[in-house]
């Protein structure tokens, strides 16, 4: 089974930073991976698929990188809004998926 | 508007059995793989079960592996986990989501979008 990690766990930024999260894979996933972003009290967002795509309506400031066992979520300049836990995630063999333990963005 | 509405969760006694649905909307249901997240207080998410469009394929996470059944009926749009011989560490808000998303007439299946709102399911005496 694939494990996924992710650092730092917490990250305290000012709004205007930018933030730079980091997902790492135990083995090879090539591009197939994704970001999601919860909000306390709701449900997860899809962010970034692919590993870089950002899904419909992710703002510009959210943006995907990395392939094979290293990936990046940056968001280039803080929003109030994006304070938020951010997970990353991977499919094995179907329909078995894994996420990361989350990353949480914290107002410094 | 694709929605996904999860109900059934509520506070049951450990060793005991739960049934939670999830009512989709707005899409065709049945050309897509459904599955089921949970998330226990505080933690992060966990996958627990997925199903494919037709009910021809099926896993589960080993941490429910021959207590929980998930199932869909297509007719109605609806997908089921079935959650027998309850433990406290099952203790969760459960979210079913749908396998693919679709933009600008293209689909890519590896991807959960979107997920419900979520039902808590809590396990205790």
């Known amino acids: 089974e694939i494990v996924l990690t992710q650092s730092p766990a917490t990250l305290s930024l000012s709004p205007g930073e930018r933030a730079t999260l980091s997902c790492r894979a135990s083995?090879?996933?090539?591009?197939?991976l994704a970001w999601y972003q919860q909000k306390p009290g709701q449900a997860p967002r899809l962010l970034i698929y692919?590993?870089?795509n950002r899904a419909t309506g992710i703002p510009a400031r959210f943006s995907g990188s990395g392939s094979g066992t290293d990936f990046t979520l940056t968001i280039s300049s803080l929003e109030p809004e994006d304070f938020a836990v951010y997970y990353c995630?991977?499919?094995?063999?179907?329909?078995?998926?894994?996420f990361g333990q989350g990353t949480k963005l914290e107002i410094k | 508007e694709v929605q996904l509405v999860e109900s059934g969760g509520g506070l049951v006694q450990p060793g005991r059995s739960l049934r939670l649905s999830c009512a989709a909307s707005?899409?065709?249901?049945?050309?897509?793989?459904m599955h089921w997240v949970r998330q226990a207080p505080g933690k992060g998410l966990e996958w627990v079960s997925g199903?494919?469009?037709?009910?021809?394929?099926?896993g589960y996470a080993d941490s429910v592996k021959g207590r929980f059944t998930i199932s869909r009926d297509n007719a109605k749009n609806s997908l089921y986990l079935q959650m027998n011989s309850l433990r406290a560490e099952d203790t969760a808000l459960y979210y079913c989501?749908?396998?693919?998303?679709?933009?600008?007439?293209?689909?890519?299946?590896?991807?959960?979008?979107?997920w419900g709102q979520g039902t808590l399911v809590t396990v205790s005496s």
């Open positions: 989501a749908k396998e693919g998303y679709c933009s600008g007439g293209s689909c890519y299946s590896r991807w959960f979008d979107p």
């Open positions: 707005g899409f065709t249901f049945d050309d897509y793989a």
């Open positions: 199903i494919s469009w037709n009910s021809g394929s099926i």
């Open positions: 083995q090879s996933v090539s591009s197939y």
């Open positions: 692919d590993a870089s």
């Open positions: 995630q991977q499919r094995s063999n179907w329909p078995r998926y894994t």
